[in-house]
């Protein structure tokens, strides 16, 4: 286990750099809270949708404006097998709601001073461990269920498989992005303005 | 003017937009897309490798991230101290905004299942196997999937989007109610 484990300075201090950043910047949205990831999913708080969607938005204009420039700009999309795609995105927020917390918030969560969150990052290392002693079992199964390839590859995105411009994907996400903001802005603002429910 | 690191929140629009701009520079610079799941199956099979090495270098699963016992890959690698970082990156946030914050047990939780710190732990601990299981079936979590995925425009990343949101409301509506919307 410990013969060639380190891949080097380079890319070890970058990555260190980049999640930096990342935990920082997740702890100032405190998006690294219990109460604002239930917030969320019980329609409350929409911290957690608001950071991702200006996320992708953003995110999505810039790589694909690199990719307009060098388009040998490799991808990392992940494969559409999409009922394993389906099943562990059910399982996954099953998991998230229990816990509070998803992979990356809940490692940065740790540092912002959650204690329960503890149990929950040996819990997903377990997780992980099971999955693979069952991955050989279902990797020629379940997981080749609903594979979608174009170009003899399934790691596919909506532009390959509509043969539309990523642009008219991100401007519709934009615009939704912008209403979605929009009228939870407003619902929040009214919300503040009567006076708090007692319950 | 405060200094803006020493604000206790910023903005989530302000947050969103530096991880967006932080995906490009993880794009351009190392030609990766960020993520942190993966790293949880790495420590995974170095962990059962401690003590069973030919079980993890046989496994179907593991050889993708860890090789074979005759050609091992690195594990120690990008994402591994991203993901150590990120912990780190957290703790200095809340450190300059003088932050006191301890959990135990959250508010909501204890309004719903009681102050027990055990039984948050327990179902903390099962909540993370849950959360890595579908994480690695789906293929990733909420920022390779959801938000490297999602910008890339990736077909996998929005079916797992929507399906886990989904399964998020409901799971959190069935442990809580419409009655814990007043306790978060």
């Not at chain 1, 917030?39 to 200006?54: A, I, P, S």
């Not at chain 2, 003590?51 to 690195?74: C, I, R, S, W």
């Not at chain 2, 099962?126 to 910008?151: D, E, P």
Request: a positive charge; one cysteine or more.
């Amino acid at each position: 286990m410990f013969e060639n484990f380190f891949a080097g300075w380079e890319p070890v201090l970058m990555g260190a750099g980049i999640g930096l950043v990342f935990g920082f910047l997740l702890q100032k949205a405190a998006v690294t809270r219990y109460q604002t990831i239930l917030g969320q999913f019980l329609f409350k708080d929409f911290t957690v949708l608001k950071v991702m969607l200006t996320a992708i938005v953003v995110g999505g204009i810039g790589i694909y404006a690199m990719r307009a420039m060098n388009p040998d700009m490799k991808m990392h999309i992940k494969n559409a097998a999409l009922l394993g795609n389906v099943v562990g995105g059910l399982i996954f927020g099953v998991g998230m709601a229990i816990l509070g917390y998803c992979p990356g918030t809940g490692t940065a969560a740790l540092g912002d001073g959650s204690r329960h969150v503890i149990p929950g990052l040996l819990g997903m290392i377990v997780g992980a461990g099971v999955y693979a002693e069952v991955y050989p079992f279902i990797k020629d199964g379940l997981l080749k269920i609903g594979v979608i390839t174009v170009d003899e590859t399934s790691k596919v995105s909506l532009p390959q498989l509509t043969h539309l411009s990523p642009w008219w994907f991100l401007a519709a996400l934009t615009v939704i992005a912008v209403v979605v903001f929009l009228i939870i802005e407003r619902a929040e603002r009214r919300s503040k303005a009567k006076p708090a429910d007692s319950v | 003017m405060k200094n803006p690191l020493m604000l206790t929140t910023w903005s989530p629009y302000v947050v969103g937009a530096g991880i967006g701009i932080l995906s490009w520079v993880t794009f351009a610079w190392m030609g990766k897309a960020l993520g942190t799941s993966t790293t949880m199956a790495r420590t995974a099979g170095v962990l059962t490798g401690l003590v069973a090495p030919d079980h993890v270098y046989g496994n179907a699963y593991y050889q993708k991230y860890l090789g074979t016992a005759a050609e091992p890959k690195a594990w120690f690698e990008w994402q591994f101290a991203l993901v150590i970082m990120m912990i780190i990156g957290a703790l200095v946030a809340a450190k300059l905004a003088r932050s006191t914050f301890v959990e135990h047990v959250p508010e909501l939780w204890t309004w719903r299942f009681g102050p027990s710190k055990w039984k948050r732990y327990l179902v903390a601990f099962v909540g993370g196997i849950v959360l890595l299981f579908g994480a690695r079936l789906a293929g990733g979590c909420t920022s390779g999937h959801g938000i490297s995925g999602g910008m890339q425009l990736a077909v996998s990343s929005w079916v797992f989007f929507l399906a886990m949101f989904a399964s998020g409301v409901v799971t959190a509506f069935l442990m809580f109610g419409a009655k814990g919307r007043s306790h978060v």
